[in-house]
């Protein structure tokens, strides 16, 4: 069986920023999965720029 990794709202990114937006109705533990295109914020370039990936 293969294990795969899903993003949750609150989620750090590879960027240093972190995932803004989530599903309300996807939630793990009470937490929003996020989704493709969800917002993120950028600890690189303080900016906000879209989740992009697959699961």
Not at 6 to 20: D, E, F, I, R
Request: net charge negative; with cysteine; hydrophobic share 30%.
């Amino acid at each position: 069986m293969t294990k795969k990794m899903l993003a949750l709202k609150g989620n750090g990114t590879t960027t240093g920023g972190y995932v803004l937006d989530g599903s309300e109705s996807d939630l793990e533990d009470g937490v929003p999965y996020a989704y493709h295109m969800a917002r993120a914020s950028c600890g690189n370039c303080d900016q906000g720029g879209p989740v992009v990936g697959t699961a």
